[in-house]
């Protein structure tokens, strides 16, 4: 089970929740807060892979050392 294609309709439903929950003025902040935490996810990700990927190169770095 994955997540559902949401489509511009489902889109444009939850963009009208949200004006109605916080009104205008606060979309911005809350726009901004979502940009800033999927920014930080991706650098996390980045990071996660990039450290995984130096332990591989360790790994096969000091096998080949050891032949």
């Known amino acids: 089970m994955?997540?559902?294609?949401?489509?511009?309709?489902?889109?444009?439903?939850?963009?009208?929740?949200?004006?109605?929950i916080?009104?205008?003025k606060k979309l911005p902040e809350i726009?901004?807060?979502?940009?800033?935490t999927l920014s930080e996810f991706k650098r996390s990700a980045n990071n996660i892979m990039s450290d995984d990927?130096?332990?591989?190169?360790?790994?096969?770095?000091?096998s080949n050392e050891t032949k």
Do not use: C, H, M, S
Not at 31 to 36: D, I, L, S, T, V
Not at 53 to 62: A, G, L, Y
């Open 2 to 20: 994955g997540i559902p294609n949401i489509g511009i309709p489902g889109l444009i439903i939850i963009l009208v929740i949200t004006l109605i």
């Open 22 to 24: 916080f009104g205008p």
């Open 31 to 36: 726009g901004a807060a979502f940009g800033q």
């Open 53 to 62: 990927q130096n332990n591989d190169i360790k790994k096969d770095t000091e």
